[in-house]
C-alpha cells in the first residue's frame, strides 16, 4: 500500500473529521442526559425529565443532518439545537443552579451546535458554522440565564471546543509542497514498476523461445557430422528464421477456436515423434482446452523443451506425456527411463531448464516439481492453474498481464 | 499488509492507523500534536500557578506539568515520520503518564474544591487521547481513553466524598470522565473511519494493469531488439549454410561462437535485476548497486514502488552525486558470515518462482543499505527528503535514516519473498 492519492487524501480526512465531529456532539448530548440522570437519582428532590427532554430534538435533528447533510438541514439544525439550547438551559437554571455545574451542563448542549454545522470539507466554512453555532447556542443559553435573572455563565467547555475546531481546521488542512510532489510521484512508480515487470516477462519469454529454437539448431550444427545438413534440421532452420526475422512472433495470439489446444499439443509431440522420440501420451489431453492461450502456450513450450532434452541428454529414446485435471489446475507430467542428472550441478549458462521451463511455467503462475538424480530417469510434473493467476511470480517473471504472450 | 509480511499470513493482522494508510497525510497534520502538546503544557502550567482553589503541594502540581510535558515530548517523538509507525508503547506511556499527572493534579490540590475550572487534567487528558488520533487504531484509542476516564472519574470522585460540595459524588465523578468519555467516542470514530475509507482508496501498485496498445508496444519493442540480433549474426550465417552442400569444421565453430554469444547476453538479461535498470536508467554515470545473489528482485510490487520513487528522486536531486551512490544487499543472517553457495546454482537464484520440492523453511531476512553522497546541509537532505523517508519508513518499519552533512545512509530490511 502506497498512501492515499493526493486529490482523494483531504476528502477522506474531511469525512473521518465529519464523523468524528458527529460522535462528538451525540457523545456530548449523551453526556448532559447522564449527568442529569446521576443528578435525579443522587438528589430525589431534583426534577431533570423535562430538561433531558429538551436533548432529545436535537439528537432527532443531528440525524436528519447527517442523513440529508445540506445547507438547509444545517440551519435547522441550528434553528432547533438553539431553541433546544434554550429549553435545557431554563430547566438547568431552575432544577441544577449548582456554580460550575450548570455552565458544564449548558456547554455540553452548545457543543453539538459548533460540531455538527461545522463538520465539512471546507476549511473556512467549517469555521464560519462552528462560530454560527456557537453564538446560537451563547445566545440562547444567555436568554435563558437572563430570564431567571442568574449570574452569567462562562461557558468555558463551549469555548474550549470553538477553540479546538479552529486550531483543528488550521493545523490539518494545512498540505507541504513536497508531501503533494511525492504521491503523483509513486503513481508513476507504481506504473513503471508494472511495465517494467511485464516487459521482463516479455523479455523471458522471448529468450525462452530464442533458446528453444535458434539456439538448439546453432547446437545441432555445432554437433552435426561431415556432410550435408540433415534435411529435417535445415527445413526447420528455415521456419524458425522466417518466423523469429518476420512480424508477429510475441504478439499476443487469438483466441483458439474449442478443440484447438489438443491439436497444438498433439502436433507437438508428433514434431518430437518425427525426430525420432517414441512419446506416448496418456491422460485426458482435452484438458488443456480449459488453459487460457497464455497458459497453453507456455505449458506446450515448455513440454516441447522437455522432450527435446530427453532425446538429447537423457540417452533414451521413449517418453510418456501424462495430462491430469483436478478441476482447479491442469498437471501435465513428462516421464523417462534415462539416464537422469542432477538439477544442481547443471551449469549456470543452460537456459533450458530454467528459461524454457521453470520461468515459463512461473510466468502463467504454475509449477515446476522436478524429481532426478543420475541413473535414475527423470520426471518433469508442470501445474497450471486454469484461471489466470496475475502477479503471482517474482522477478523476471512477474509479469502481471492477462494477454498472450507468443 | 499482506504485501508486507505475507510469511506471517496466518497470524491475526494488526489494525492499521491512519498514519500507515497516509503517512504524508500524517506527517502534514502533525503540527497539530506539537500546537496541542504545547498548549497542554502551558495551560497545565498557567492555570497550576494563577488559578489554585486551594494552596496543596507546589511540588505536586510541578510534578503535574512535568508528567504533561512527559507525556507531550512522548508523542511528540513518535509521530515522527522517522518513527512511524507509532508504536504502542509509545502510547501506553503516553496514556500512563496522562492518568499519573491526572491523579498528581487531584492530590495537589487536595481540599474542598470549589470549582472544576482549575482541574485542567480532565480536559488533557480528553486532548491527549486525540492527539493520537491519526497514530493508533480506535480500538487502542478506545481502551486509552476509557482508562483515563476512569482514573479522573476515581481521583475527582475521591476527592468529592472526601470533600462534600453542593455536587453529588456519582456526578462530580462523572463530569471529570465526560470529556475524555466524548473525545474518545470522536477519535475512536475518526480512526475507524479514515481507515475503513483508506482502504477502499489506498493505492496499490499491484492493482495497476498495462493497457493492451501498451503490451503491443512492448512485444513489438523487445521482438525487434531480438530480430536485430538474429538479422545481423543468425539469418546471415544460416543462409551462408543453406547454400552450401556441406558443413565444415569452421561452420561448426561459428555456430559455436553465435551461440555462446547469445547465450552469455541471454544469461546476463535473466540475471540482471530490476533495480540495475531502475538505477541505471535514472542515474546516469555508473551507480554501485553490490547483489551478488539478485535478492533485491525478491521486493514484492509495493515495496519496489517505494524504493523506485525514492532511488529515482535521489538520483535526480541536483545535490546528489549519482557517482557517490551505493546499494549493497545481503541476507542478514549471512550479511556477518560467509556467503553460502546459492549463486552457483544455475536456478537456484531468486528469479526461479516454481523450485523443485524443498522443505519449507520461514523467508529469509534481506538486509539493504543505501549510502547517496548529497552536496547539502543535514537540514537540507531533511527538507528534500523527509516525504520520502516518511513512506519508507511506514513500507519498512525497521528503517534507519543516518543524515549527516554531505551524506545520507539508509538502512533497512525485509523478508524475502
Redesign the interface.
Known amino acids: 500500500m502506497l498512501g492515499i492519492p493526493t486529490h482523494l487524501a483531504p476528502r477522506v480526512n474531511a469525512w473521518s473529521t465529519v464523523r468524528a465531529f458527529h460522535a462528538g456532539a451525540v457523545g456530548s448530548l449523551v453526556a448532559a442526559v447522564i449527568t442529569l440522570v446521576l443528578y435525579g437519582l443522587s438528589e430525589p428532590g431534583v426534577q431533570v425529565v423535562g430538561t433531558a427532554l429538551a436533548v432529545v430534538p436535537m439528537l432527532a435533528m443531528i440525524g436528519v443532518h447527517v442523513q440529508f447533510g445540506t445547507r438547509l438541514s444545517a440551519i435547522a439544525f441550528l434553528a432547533v439545537g438553539g431553541v433546544c439550547a434554550w429549553w435545557f438551559a431554563v430547566g438547568v437554571q431552575q432544577q441544577v443552579p449548582t456554580g460550575w455545574v450548570t455552565s458544564y451542563l449548558m456547554s455540553l448542549v452548545v457543543i453539538p451546535l459548533i460540531l455538527v454545522g461545522g463538520a465539512g470539507a471546507v476549511p473556512r466554512r467549517v469555521v464560519l458554522w462552528s462560530f454560527v453555532g456557537f453564538l446560537t447556542g451563547r445566545l440562547a443559553t444567555w436568554i435563558a440565564i437572563a430570564q431567571d435573572g442568574a449570574p452569567p455563565r462562562p461557558l468555558i467547555l463551549a469555548w474550549i471546543t470553538l477553540g479546538f475546531v479552529v486550531s483543528l481546521v488550521l493545523f490539518t488542512t494545512r498540505s507541504t509542497g513536497r508531501s503533494e510532489r511525492v504521491q503523483p510521484e509513486l503513481l508513476r512508480s507504481a506504473r513503471e514498476e508494472h511495465v517494467s515487470a511485464y516487459r521482463a516477462g516479455v523479455e523471458a519469454e522471448a529468450s525462452a523461445i530464442l533458446h528453444d529454437t535458434v539456439l538448439n539448431h546453432l547446437g545441432a550444427i555445432a554437433l552435426a557430422p561431415d556432410g550435408p545438413m540433415d534435411p529435417h534440421l535445415a527445413e526447420t532452420v528455415d521456419a524458425d528464421v522466417a518466423v523469429l526475422t518476420g512480424k508477429g512472433w510475441l504478439a499476443p495470439a487469438a483466441r483458439p477456436r474449442p478443440g484447438a489446444a489438443a491439436e497444438t499439443f498433439g502436433s507437438m509431440v508428433d514434431e518430437h515423434r518425427a525426430l525420432g522420440l517414441d512419446v506416448t501420451v496418456s491422460g485426458d489431453t482435452s484438458a488443456l482446452d480449459r488453459l487460457d492461450q497464455r497458459a497453453l502456450s507456455a505449458i506446450v513450450r515448455a513440454v516441447a523443451q522437455c522432450l527435446a532434452n530427453v532425446r538429447k541428454h537423457a540417452g533414451t529414446d521413449a517418453a510418456e506425456v501424462s495430462v491430469f485435471d483436478d478441476s482447479a489446475s491442469c498437471t501435465v507430467m513428462v516421464v523417462d527411463d534415462g539416464r537422469g542428472f542432477d538439477e544442481d550441478a547443471t551449469g549456470a549458462d543452460r537456459m533450458g531448464l530454467r528459461g524454457s521451463v521453470r520461468d515459463r511455467i512461473g510466468r502463467v503462475g504454475g509449477d515446476v516439481q522436478i524429481w532426478s538424480s543420475p541413473g535414475s530417469g527423470t520426471s518433469v510434473m508442470m501445474t497450471v492453474p486454469y484461471v489466470p493467476v496475475t502477479g503471482a511470480v517474482t522477478v523476471p517473471a512477474a509479469a502481471d498481464d492477462r494477454g498472450a504472450v507468443r | ?1 499482506t ?1 508486507v509480511r505475507p510469511g506471517r499470513a496466518t497470524r491475526p493482522r494488526p489494525r492499521r492507523t ?1 498514519q ?6 500524517a ?3 502533525r ?2 500534536v506539537v ?2 502538546g504545547a498548549g497542554s503544557v502551558v495551560w497545565a502550567l498557567l492555570v497550576s500557578i494563577f488559578d489554585r482553589d486551594v494552596v496543596g503541594s507546589p511540588t505536586l502540581s510541578a510534578l503535574t506539568v512535568l508528567l504533561v510535558a512527559a507525556s507531550a515530548v512522548v508523542v511528540f517523538t513518535a509521530s515522527s515520520p522517522f518513527r512511524a509507525p507509532f508504536p504502542r508503547w509509545a502510547f501506553i506511556a503516553h496514556v500512563g503518564l496522562l492518568g499519573l499527572a491526572s491523579v498528581a493534579s487531584i492530590a495537589a490540590q487536595w481540599g474542598p474544591d ?4 482549575n482541574d485542567f487534567m480532565s ?1 488533557l487528558t480528553a ?1 491527549g487521547i ?1 492527539m493520537v ?1 491519526s497514530y493508533r487504531p480506535w480500538t487502542d484509542l478506545t481502551i486509552g481513553g476509557l482508562v483515563l476516564a476512569a482514573v479522573n472519574a476515581v481521583a475527582w470522585g475521591a476527592g468529592a466524598a472526601e470533600f462534600p460540595h ?6 462530580a465523578a ?2 471529570a470522565a ?2 475524555t ?3 474518545t ?7 475507524r ?2 481507515a475503513g ?2 482502504e477502499r ?6 492493482s ?3 493497457a ?1 496498445a ?3 508496444g ?6 525487434q ?3 536485430t540480433i ?2 545481423r549474426d ?2 546471415p550465417f ?2 551462408e ?2 547454400t552450401r ?4 569444421d569452421a ?3 561459428r ?2 561462437a ?2 555462446d554469444g ?3 547476453s ?2 546476463a ?2 540475471d540482471r ?2 533495480f540495475e ?2 538505477v541505471r536508467v535514472d542515474g546516469g554515470a555508473a551507480p554501485l548497486v553490490d547483489d551478488p545473489d539478485g535478492l533485491i ?2 521486493l514484492d ?2 515495496q ?3 524504493v ?2 525514492f532511488v ?2 535521489a538520483l535526480r536531486a541536483s545535490t546528489v552525486d549519482p557517482a557517490g551512490f551505493r546499494t549493497t544487499v545481503r541476507r542478514a543472517d549471512a550479511a556477518s558470515g560467509s556467503a553460502s553457495g546459492p549463486a ?5 537464484g ?5 523450485g ?2 524443498t522443505p519449507a523453511t520461514p523467508p529469509a531476512r534481506v538486509e539493504v543499505v543505501m549510502e547517496l553522497a548529497v552536496a547539502d546541509s543535514d537540514i537540507g537532505i531533511h ?2 527528503f ?3 523517508f516518511a ?1 519508507l519508513r511506514v ?1 519498512f518499519p525497521d528503517l534507519d535514516v543516518a543524515v549527516r552533512p554531505s551524506a545520507l545512509a539508509l538502512r533497512f530490511s525485509y523478508d524475502q ?1
Not at chain 2, 453542593?166 to 456526578?171: D, K, L, Q, R, S
Not at chain 2, 482508496?201 to 499491484?206: H, L, M, P, S, T
Not at chain 2, 512492448?218 to 521482438?223: G, R
Open positions: 499488509m504485501a491512519a500507515q494508510y497516509d503517512p504524508l497525510g506527517m502534514g497534520s503540527p497539530l500546537v496541542l470549589r470549582s472544576a475550572l480536559l486532548t486525540v488520533a453542593e455536587v453529588p459524588v456519582a456526578v462523572f463530569l465526560a470529556p468519555l466524548v473525545l467516542a470522536a477519535a475512536a470514530v475518526f480512526a473511519t479514515f475509507l483508506a482508496v489506498q493505492i496499490r501498485a499491484g495497476y494493469s498495462v493492451r501498451e503490451r503491443d512492448i512485444a513489438a519493442s523487445v521482438q531488439d531480438r530480430s538474429l538479422s543468425v539469418a544460416f543462409a549454410l543453406r552442400d556441406v558443413i565444415t561452420d561448426r565453430a555456430a559455436r553465435i551461440a547469445i547465450r552469455a541471454m544469461v538479461d535473466a535485476t530490476w535498470l531502475a528482485a525478491t510490487t509495493d519496489r514502488t517505494v523506485r520513487t529515482r528522486a552457483s546454482g544455475p536456478a537456484s531468486p528469479a526461479s518462482p516454481a523443485a520440492p527538507r528534500t523527509d516525504p520520502y513512506v513500507t519473498h
